[in-house]
């Protein structure tokens, strides 16, 4: 795909844009546009025990999950911190997890470790399949079916998942505008699909622009907004990938005292950028307020009709109001936040807190 005329690569070893990212967010939010995801890793799971496996390890509900449906899942520490995202569809023989390249290898060597005396095999894939990702309903390229059902993945970031909860209070949250779906092809059908845009019948657009859709729509992704500290409730990821009913898992007592009795640390917040100086913040630039640092700018992007924007995770008590600047090439950047987590989130139980043992009742 880099072969295409006027793409510019990226760091990660597909294009960031063909020539124009504006003209290409446009094709890509009304459903024109194929995006090259080829460096995406792809880990495979078959044998008879493979969801049940899966659902014991992480946080989705996977056990029933039908041939051809599509979930979203993490794996944490023991301490409830992200260590690995996954995007899972199933074909009825094999389930497919799509997941970020740096990945790969640590997260099928651990699987491959969790099988004991389960029925599944782990295999990394990669070499093999590539991952294109698309918006709408309409598909402009015939997915991989190697099994007779399609491997093609819809991202459940649209709406709140069985199981999932939402923090975010907007009552028109920007997920539904961000129907993205991701196609698994054989690596040797991705010089057809370049045929096929030289030809002028599938139009493309580079990551820069589906970075921007994803950042509009307020949407996480695991090589972007997760550090060593993460846990689900800071980024509102409960909605799309985590069951708060199911059985145990690792992790799944931070997960539900938290929702249930406390509140996350960090909160993810968007940022509106003042774009006079044409600048953007990169990820980990600060985010100060009166010169001091409340939190970190995890990404950035032009978007096609909101400017420039960023996501960030900020200290949960950082005032919503508060007016913030980043600072980048030695230039201060007003930010004026939008509130994705609110500073209230978590604590559902309601359960009123217990005055500590021996602590005096002072006359108000």
């Known amino acids: 795909m880099l072969s295409l005329p006027g793409s510019v690569p990226g760091a990660d070893g597909v294009a960031d844009h063909y020539g124009d990212p504006v003209a290409e967010q446009r094709m890509l939010a009304a459903g024109r546009a194929l995006v090259d995801l080829s460096d995406r890793g792809v880990i495979t799971a078959t044998g008879p025990d493979r969801l049940t496996w899966l659902d014991s390890l992480t946080s989705q509900s996977l056990t029933a999950l039908e041939p051809g449906a599509s979930a979203e899942t993490l794996l944490l520490d023991p301490n409830g911190r992200l260590e690995h995202a996954m995007h899972v569809v199933d074909d009825g023989v094999t389930t497919w997890l799509l997941v970020e390249a740096p990945a790969v290898e640590a997260l099928t060597a651990w699987l491959d470790r969790m099988r004991f005396m389960m029925r599944v095999e782990v295999a990394d894939v990669s070499e093999q399949w590539a991952t294109l990702a698309q918006l709408g309903s309409e598909l402009l390229v015939e997915p991989a079916a190697p099994n007779g059902q399609p491997l093609l993945w819809r991202d459940p970031w649209v709406e709140v998942q069985s199981g999932g909860w939402q923090y975010a209070a907007e009552s028109e949250h920007p997920s539904a505008s961000y129907a993205v779906a991701e196609v698994l092809v054989e690596r040797a059908r991705l010089a057809e699909v370049?045929?096929?845009?030289?030809?002028?019948?599938?139009?493309?657009?580079?990551?820069?622009?589906?970075?921007?859709?994803?950042?509009?729509?307020?949407?996480?992704?695991?090589g972007a907004e997760v550090d060593e500290r993460t846990i689900p409730h800071e980024l509102d990821w409960l909605r799309s990938a985590v069951h708060l009913t199911k059985g145990c898992y690792r992790g799944q007592e931070t997960v539900a005292k938290v929702h249930n009795l406390g509140h996350p640390p960090r909160r993810l917040v968007m940022l509106h950028l003042d774009g006079s100086d044409a600048l953007l913040p990169g990820p980990g630039t600060p985010v100060l307020l009166e010169g001091a640092s409340v939190g970190t700018v995890t990404s950035s992007a032009r978007h096609h009709e909101l400017g420039p924007i960023a996501l960030a995770v900020v200290k949960r008590s950082l005032d919503p109001a508060a007016a913030l600047v980043v600072e980048t090439e030695g230039v201060a950047i007003a930010a004026a936040q939008q509130t994705i987590v609110p500073t209230d989130a978590g604590a559902t139980a309601g359960v009123p807190r217990l005055p500590r043992l021996g602590a005096v009742q002072r006359p108000v």
């Open 194 to 222: 370049a045929d096929a845009v030289r030809a002028g019948s599938i139009g493309v657009a580079g990551t820069l622009a589906l970075e921007a859709l994803r950042i509009a729509a307020w949407r996480p992704r695991f």
